[in-house]
């Protein structure tokens, strides 16, 4: 619900603006500008020709908000627009705005800014910079002095530009020149800077990019070199960055050797964070849910760590007895309880010089958690029934399904050993938050089966690729092989059909398609709307009930979105 509110999650400076002092910094695909917040009327935001900030979206309502000064406060508030108006993520009717507060105007994006801070007060467009470019190399090739031109690009969920270009702006010196590439890109132009200072100075831009959320990558190129005009710049530029980003860890380069797919931005970070991990010792927490491939996460970072060379050892700690839980991880002595005829070395020798990968580790009992954190915290073990101590050398990997966090105060998980174990966390997102993934892991799964049961099948026909992508995948990267195997067994040809999918995978117009054979009265235009409305149900429950955002999923024109959701009575329009 929206609210009117004086309270709000400040951004990054949180501050009030000062009267007189403040703009806002609109962020369009084409281009980015400072627009000043001076006093003395409304400030109307809206996609009609005469606002005060003309916004040329379809997202956005012709008067989507209006910004006014009262008193010493600045505030916002929301003209009941169709899509609301955000601040800091929170939808709002009226409330007081502060420095560094992110609104959303539909899915354009603008930041309060005060006039202290340095930034550029415009961004031009992409199209805009070519002719700059060559006024720059004209004066470059009269003087003698040189030039570096630079491209940075974000990845990650908070990849938007205006999530790290106040960043790389309080870099920047007066005579640069910035240009914007869609909302994730950025060209720098660094005039009088050779081609060692540019790399540097882009380095430190880069580096001064917030860490959490996004990643950013950049490539220079400078004149004089190997290009001799603008638009052979901006093409060299280019085809480095994409050099540099075939090099950084993407699928080729970062996943495991067994084949795993990282196609999405999501699942990319998670490697990343894994390999810089992997050069640490540090106990480390995989969070995930249940078959999303947390072990897959636990074999990378053994495989990249120094002790790639020593033992990985696995055990799912919810599948050992509880009587034998002390016994499997630390071994026992001869005659420690009955049937103990001989000695027996538990995981962590068995693991000594590697790695121990503990499954599931929240299924531990209490007594079992605090054996486990005295050989974390100590690095020595004493088998059941015996006496001496056993110096082991382990890196622990754990993984969990379960919040330890509720566990702690639950009283089941031990607060001393979840600090001891998280060190490190890497969240594993579950499948359906990553489905770009889908088909190419479900090709990659067609393939291992088709080959280990003697079957010819090489292709996912459109209606199961369709099936794949609209399912929820409850059981993740597990029920998918599960499913596609099952399909490669039972199909009678060269592909799966969606047919031989599970009755679960398959989608519900279809299952009601095979009872219609014997029931000729159920229209077909309804199997098709029933279709048609689980679909924009589900791609509204994926972007927070956020209408322009779910047609976008579906590729449908906002406008046929709002209707079909009217006409299948779906609920109110906002």
């Given amino acids: 619900m929206p609210d009117e509110s004086t309270l709000t999650t400040g951004g990054p400076m949180g501050g009030p603006p000062t009267v007189g002092d403040a703009s806002l910094q609109v962020f369009l695909p084409e281009c980015t500008w400072r627009v000043p917040l001076v006093p ?136 640069d020149i ?19 200072d540019g790399a540097r100075l882009a380095r430190a831009m880069n580096d001064a990019a917030p860490a959490k959320g996004v990643r950013v990558i950049h490539a220079t190129v400078p004149f004089p070199g190997p290009c001799a005009r603008g638009d052979e710049l901006l093409d060299e530029l280019a085809r480095r960055l994409e050099a540099r980003r075939a090099g950084s860890p993407s699928a080729a380069s970062v996943a495991p050797q067994d084949g795993a797919v990282v196609r999405t931005p999501e699942m990319r970070e998670v490697y990343e964070l894994a390999e810089r991990i992997a050069r640490s010792d540090a106990t480390t927490l995989i969070q995930g849910e249940t078959g999303s491939g947390k072990e897959l996460i636990a074999e990378f970072i053994h495989q990249r760590s120094r002790r790639a060379d020593g033992p990985l050892v696995k055990v799912n700690c919810g599948a050992i007895a509880p009587t034998l839980v002390e016994s499997t991880l630390f071994g026992h002595e001869r005659g420690a309880f009955t049937g103990a005829d001989r000695a027996h070395e538990g995981l962590f020798e068995r693991a000594n010089g590697g790695t ?13 958690q605090a054996a486990l954190l005295r050989a974390i915290e ?118 799966v059909e969606v047919s031989e999918l599970p009755p679960s995978v398959q989608p519900a117009h279809f299952v009601e398609e095979q009872s219609a054979k014997t029931n000729l009265n159920v229209p077909f235009r309804d199997r098709v709307r029933r279709f048609e409305a689980s679909l924009m149900m ?32 779906l609920g109110d329009e906002e």
């Avoid at 121990?356 to 079992?368: H, I, K, N, R, T």
């Avoid at 889908?438 to 280990?452: C, D, G, N, T, Y």
């Fill in 40 to 175: 003395g009327g409304d400030i109307v935001l809206g996609r009609a020709a005469e606002a005060d900030i003309p916004l040329h979206d379809p997202s956005v309502s012709r008067r989507h908000a209006v910004i006014r000064w009262k008193g010493a406060a600045l505030w916002i508030e929301d003209c009941e627009s169709r899509n609301g108006t955000f601040v800091n993520m929170r939808e709002v009717e009226r409330t007081q705005l502060r420095l560094g507060d992110r609104i959303e105007i539909g899915d354009v994006v603008a930041i309060v800014r005060g006039g202290q801070e340095r930034f550029a007060s415009q961004v031009v467009a992409y199209d805009d910079i070519e002719p700059v470019i060559e006024a720059e190399l004209a004066e470059a090739r009269e003087t003698g002095r040189e030039l570096t031109l630079a491209l940075f690009e974000a990845t990650g969920h908070e990849r938007h530009l205006s999530v790290w270009l106040p960043s790389i702006e309080k870099r920047l010196r007066d005579e």
């Fill in 178 to 196: 910035i240009a914007s590439f869609g909302t994730e890109s950025l060209i720098v132009l660094m005039p009088g800077v050779s081609e060692q």
């Fill in 356 to 368: 121990l990968f503990l499954d599931e580790v929240g299924e531990l009992s209490l007594a079992a």
């Fill in 378 to 495: 100590t690095g020595t073990l004493v088998r059941v029934g015996g006496t001496r101590e056993v110096s082991v050398d382990v890196r622990i990997l754990a993984a969990t399904h379960r919040d330890l966090r509720k566990m702690t105060d639950a009283g089941t998980f031990r607060l001393d050993l979840m600090f001891r174990i998280n060190t490190f966390t890497v969240a594993v997102p579950p499948l359906r938050a990553r489905r770009g993934e889908i088909v190419p892991l479900a090709e990659e799964f067609m393939e291992r089966a088709s080959r280990a049961h003697g079957r010819s099948v090489s292709a996912l026909s459109p209606e199961t690729v369709l099936a794949l992508e609209t399912y929820d995948w409850p059981g993740n990267v597990r029920e998918l092989r599960n499913a596609i195997e099952r399909a490669v067994v039972m199909s009678r040809g060269e592909r």
């Fill in 538 to 569: 589900r791609a509204m429950e994926e972007s927070d009930g956020n209408k322009t955002a779910a047609a976008k999923r579906l590729n449908m024109p906002l406008r046929t979105f709002m209707s079909k959701w009217s006409s299948y009575g």
